[in-house]
């Protein structure tokens, strides 16, 4: 069955401290891999994606993101956290063609302690 | 560019009653949209895909009896939540697919509305 996983439920981190995020897919093939990021009450902002090509993925906010295709893993991290980023993240993956769908992770809370 | 806008942002309405959900591409052509329920401190659940012209596709569970979705053009799909009950009360958020963008399989997600049933 197809699958994504964030095992971190809440992640809490001091503010300048480094930050990863883990995400694991179950697919058929290699997907589409995205990281979203969403504020309370808010809706999902894009951080990053990976469709084909550099397995290391650069994005906003001072966010990158490694695709790993042994592992199926699609873990997000960044340098040094500010409170700003305090946050939901989301891991999704979604085909290549079809139907287009994304498949989310449950999400991981990030904390961060000024 | 790319950009997606849902209205209202807030509802309120009465139980019983029915409450209808916009959700605009603004700058694309959306051939197709998705619509998304998400519980509080939960994951988005994805309740249909619409495709411009055609009927919803319905993910399991998911009344489509009760969840009317219509996507009449290339930049709008409305959501109408009938006869909206309490356990209906939720964040709604809808996204679009730019259909330019062959192959790309990338979803642009509007602000969410927020349902609440009383």
């Known amino acids: 069955a197809q699958s994504v996983t964030q095992p971190d439920i809440h992640i809490t981190v001091s503010e300048g401290a480094s930050l990863e995020l883990r995400c694991n897919y179950s697919?058929?093939?290699?997907?589409?891999l995205f990281w979203y990021v969403q504020s309370p009450g808010q809706g999902l902002q894009l951080l990053l994606k990976?469709?084909?090509?550099?397995?290391l993925v650069q994005g906003i906010k001072g966010f990158e993101a490694e695709f790993k295709r042994s592992q199926s893993s699609f873990n997000l991290r960044k340098p040094s956290v500010h409170w700003s980023d305090a946050a939901e993240y989301f891991c999704a993956v979604g085909p290549t063609s079809g139907t287009y769908k994304y498949i989310f992770g449950t999400g991981t809370r990030l904390k961060v302690l000024a | 560019g790319a950009v997606v806008s849902q209205h209202p942002s807030w509802v309120i309405c009465k139980s019983g009653t029915s409450v209808k959900i916009e959700c605009r591409s603004l700058d694309f052509q959306a051939t197709t949209m998705f619509w998304y329920r998400q519980f509080p401190k939960q994951s988005l659940m994805l309740m249909a895909t619409?495709?411009?012209?055609?009927?919803?596709?319905?993910e399991q569970g998911v009344e489509k009896d009760k969840f009317l979705i219509n996507h009449a053009s290339l930049t709008l799909s409305t959501l109408t939540v009938t006869s909206a009950h309490p356990e209906d009360s939720s964040f709604y958020i809808c996204s679009a697919r730019d259909g330019r963008l062959a192959g790309k399989g990338e979803q642009y997600f509007g602000p969410g509305t927020r349902l609440t049933v009383t």
């Open positions: 990976y469709f084909s090509g550099d397995t």
């Open positions: 697919y058929g093939a290699t997907p589409y």
């Open positions: 619409s495709n411009e012209g055609s009927k919803a596709t319905y």
